[in-house]
């Protein structure tokens, strides 16, 4: 076993275990502590596949924007959070079910498929090329239209969000 | 080098353990924290395909970053949804919010 | 190499041959080196805090008209260890209903979160934690675990002003992340690289001078970020108490300190390497002793004046701050972007032309915009009733 072979079980075995705390946390508040610890670790694993514009990426995206609103959520509805002692509804042992059947399904067709086997694709000098990500995004014959999409989905989110959260009656 | 099996049962189990999260938790919170997950397992196995099978391309890469895009979109909504229900309700219980009406 | 030269590259490189010598394998040798890098910097940025909080205090002092700290050692420089004796000896007190783990997490990520930033900096031609190829991006998401410390210990207190406190940092945070990110693409498009090494060795002309508009708004975001006067709307004292701290006593309050105090210097680094060139400068190239020393030189010049600005400017009120960065900072960034990229791009062939043309706009930018849009942002109060004076004078009576 390799020592990044070691790091990546590490890197799981945390990710993994915070993720488990994220479902079982008492407190809303801690879930969201634990949720940050498990995109960090994801991050992480970004990092040990040499995607470094994503793993940073990770960080400011989800810990710096999406963990922080999801705290900030959890600080303003609080008063109905503390009341409320359990935390799982009635029909939580089918959920554990379909989770775990699931995973057992996924991992019998893993057992059966045969891709395993090929070697990490040679990158270019210098880890990943982030010039051809931004070109691949914008080039008329890569993904200009589905990037176009993309911020047209983030606009309307935004107005939607406003328009939503926003107190109107006024 | 870690085999790319390993990649896809750690995705695997993180995007069961969002789906239990999804399903079985009561606060409408923390059901968008389990979305979230499952939103990262699904970027682990896009990232970790890419790498051992379209690596020097970056196609796969292109389809992580529409995720988080989207991710950021929906964490956006659901929240303003959440707070939104909250003012109305005082709650932001799963199993409280069962009107059509507002 | 001689020591003379590049000392730190001449003392690894050394270190690394003895531990070749003792018969270990290159990567181990590489790790040990790095880890030993890891754990040296942030140490001799905490002890420089010591110095920072002498030369604060001592400049503020001035500004005020006071002398500083001058009693204890030499021009007071002792002051600082002595604070840090008392801070270490006090008394840690939780408040009842705290959260255990964001209170006493949110400390350690204040200063953490600023120390993961001097991981990517060039420090000479050679001194450098990281090359990463996306450092600045990095420096962008380490900016992102400031805004959640402020948050954790807001929450964390169970304490009403502190959490006013959390909520004023995590909006003014985010709402000044958006300029500041877009302002950061300038340099970026000119360069074409995220790396910071990238950025500085493109310098030939300083960017401050190419975009002034973009180091203007970074300078006034960064400030904004470290959360310093005329920003420091977090800890308040006249309306927060003490804003976001006030249950840490102790060492937890004294990491506070420190993370504000490196966090100043570490944006006073940020702007000299990403605007003023970084290392570079007449020789830098072939001695990188030299090139360290420029940079030292340049990142106390901006930091002096973060320390004029926070001895001379008031506070913002709440609605001004947000007026500034929705209304005059986001747009200007937007509108320069768009027309630096119109400029720079037709042209890159004549480096001078570019470097003139692309100076005059973005500084008329800048001008207009804070002139016309700076005025009109903020809504002027009507005046409720007329001035009166709030002391007459009486000559009469001093004559008499």
Request: no cysteine; hydrophobic share 60%.
């Given at each position: 076993m390799t020592g990044l072979q070691v790091v990546f079980l590490l890197i799981g075995a945390v990710t993994l275990a915070s993720a488990v705390m994220v479902v079982a946390a008492k407190r809303v508040m801690h879930a969201a502590l634990w949720l940050i610890l498990a995109l960090v670790g994801v991050a992480a694993a970004y990092a040990t596949l040499e995607a470094s514009f994503?793993?940073?990426?990770?960080?400011?995206?989800y810990v710096g924007a999406i963990a922080i609103l999801i705290i900030f959520a959890a600080m303003l509805t609080r008063r109905s959070m503390e009341d409320d002692p359990a935390r799982l509804n009635k029909g939580w042992p089918a959920a554990l079910l379909a989770a775990g059947g699931l995973l057992a399904g996924l991992v019998y067709l893993f057992s059966r498929w045969t891709g395993f086997s090929s070697p990490a694709r040679a990158l270019p000098e210098g880890g990943e090329n982030i010039a051809a990500l931004g070109l691949a995004l914008t080039a008329p014959e890569g993904f200009l239209v589905p990037f176009e999409v993309a911020s047209l989905l983030l606009v309307a989110a935004m107005i939607g969000a406003i328009y939503v959260a926003g107190d109107l009656r006024k | 080098m870690i085999p790319l099996s390993w990649y896809l049962i750690f995705a695997a189990c993180l995007f069961c353990i969002g789906l239990f999260g999804v399903l079985a938790r009561k606060n409408a919170v923390t059901i968008l924290m389990g979305i979230e997950l499952m939103l990262n397992a699904v970027n682990i196995n896009l990232l970790a395909f890419w790498r051992y099978l379209w690596a020097p391309k970056a196609d796969g890469q292109v389809f992580v970053a529409i995720v988080i895009v989207a991710a950021a979109a929906e964490a956006a909504v659901g929240l303003a949804l959440i707070i939104s229900a909250y003012r109305r309700r005082q709650t932001v219980n799963a199993n409280e919010m069962d009107m059509l009406k507002g | 190499?001689?020591?003379?030269?590049?000392?730190?590259?001449?003392?690894?490189?050394?270190?690394?041959?003895?531990?070749?010598?003792?018969?270990?394998?290159?990567e181990?040798?590489?790790?040990?080196?790095?880890?030993?890098?890891?754990?040296?910097?942030?140490?001799?940025?905490m002890l420089f805090v010591i110095f920072l909080i002498w030369y604060e205090r001592k400049l503020i002092g001035r500004i005020q008209n006071r002398f500083g700290p001058n009693r204890v050692g030499p021009f007071g420089l002792i002051q600082p260890f002595a604070d840090m004796l008392k801070i270490f000896i006090k008394e840690y007190i939780t408040p009842i209903g705290a959260d255990w783990l964001p209170y006493n997490l949110a400390p350690v990520l204040s200063v953490g979160g600023v120390l993961l930033i001097w991981a990517v900096i060039p420090f000479s031609a050679t001194i450098m934690g990281v090359n990463l190829n996306v450092g600045l991006v990095y420096i962008i998401a380490a900016?992102?675990?400031?805004?959640?410390s402020f948050l954790l210990a807001g929450w964390g207190s169970n304490n009403k002003y502190a959490m006013i406190g959390g909520f004023r940092s995590v909006a003014q945070l985010i709402s000044y992340e958006v300029p500041m990110v877009v302002s950061l693409l300038m340099p970026v498009m000119l360069t074409g690289s995220l790396g910071i090494n990238d950025l500085v060795k493109a310098q030939t002309i300083p960017f401050i001078v190419t975009l002034p508009a973009a180091a203007a708004i970074f300078f006034i975001t960064s400030v904004a970020e470290a959360g310093r006067a005329p920003f420091d709307l977090v800890e308040a004292e006249s309306e927060l108490v003490a804003g976001f701290n006030v249950e840490y006593s102790g060492l937890k309050f004294g990491m506070f300190f420190v993370g504000e105090f490196l966090h100043a210097f570490t944006i006073s680094l940020l702007f000299s390497t990403l605007f003023?060139?970084?290392?570079?400068g007449p020789g830098a190239e072939t001695y990188p002793l030299l090139g360290f020393l420029y940079l030292v030189i340049k990142t106390f010049l901006v930091y002096f004046v973060v320390i004029l600005f926070r001895g001379s400017l008031p506070r913002f009120r709440i609605d001004q701050m947000m007026d500034l960065t929705w209304k005059v900072l986001t747009p200007l960034a937007l509108v320069s972007l768009v027309v630096t990229a119109l400029l720079a791009k037709p042209l890159a062939g004549i480096p001078a032309l570019q470097a003139v043309v692309l100076f005059v706009v973005n500084a008329i930018l800048l001008m207009v915009f804070f002139s016309v849009a700076g005025k009109r942002a903020t809504p002027k109060r009507a005046i409720v009733g007329k001035p009166r004076p709030l002391?007459?004078?009486?000559?009469?009576d001093v004559s008499a």
């Open positions: 994503f793993a940073v990426m990770q960080v400011a995206v | - | 190499m001689s020591f003379w030269y590049d000392p730190v590259a001449f003392i690894a490189e050394w270190l690394r041959g003895v531990l070749l010598g003792w018969g270990m394998a290159p181990g040798a590489a790790f040990v080196l790095t880890a030993l890098g890891a754990a040296i910097m942030p140490l001799l940025a900016g992102g675990l400031g805004a959640l003023l060139g970084g290392w570079r002391a007459t004078p009486h000559h009469e």
